[in-house]
Nanobody, 123 residues
């Protein structure tokens, strides 16, 4: 089993920055991709970014503003969010795949999830 715990959410003004962290514990394996998803009130959970051993993937609306990174020595993944907009307001979830197959963009392909951390961007 893998446990994921997010931190770093909060309230920030539009144009500001936040850095989310996700700490993994348990049976961790850096072979498999990790990702960030978000869910705004009344909306479905959406892909934000993912990272493998060699590549990164981003939702179009965050490309150039958000950066995903990982530190395998700490079993951690990060999401640096710059130039935040009110539409970025959501609960952000860290997730981890347990298999190499399957799209990085679909939450159905991730096997482990954190509890989420709230990000609120005021206008």
């Amino acid at each position: 089993q893998v446990q994921l715990e997010e931190s770093g959410g909060g309230l920030v003004q539009a144009g500001g920055s936040l850095r989310l962290s996700c700490a993994a514990s348990g049976h961790t394996d850096s072979t498999y991709a990790m990702g960030w998803f978000r869910q705004a009130p009344g909306k479905e959970r959406d892909f934000v970014a993912a990272i493998t051993t060699t590549n990164t993937y981003y939702q179009h609306s965050v490309k150039g503003r958000f950066t995903i990174s990982r530190d395998n020595t700490k079993n951690a993944v990060y999401l640096q969010m710059n130039s935040l907009k009110p539409e970025d307001t959501a609960v952000y979830y860290c997730a981890k795949k347990a298999y190499l197959s399957g799209s990085y963009y679909s939450d159905k392909n991730y096997n482990y999830w954190g509890q989420g951390t709230q990000v609120t961007v005021s206008s």
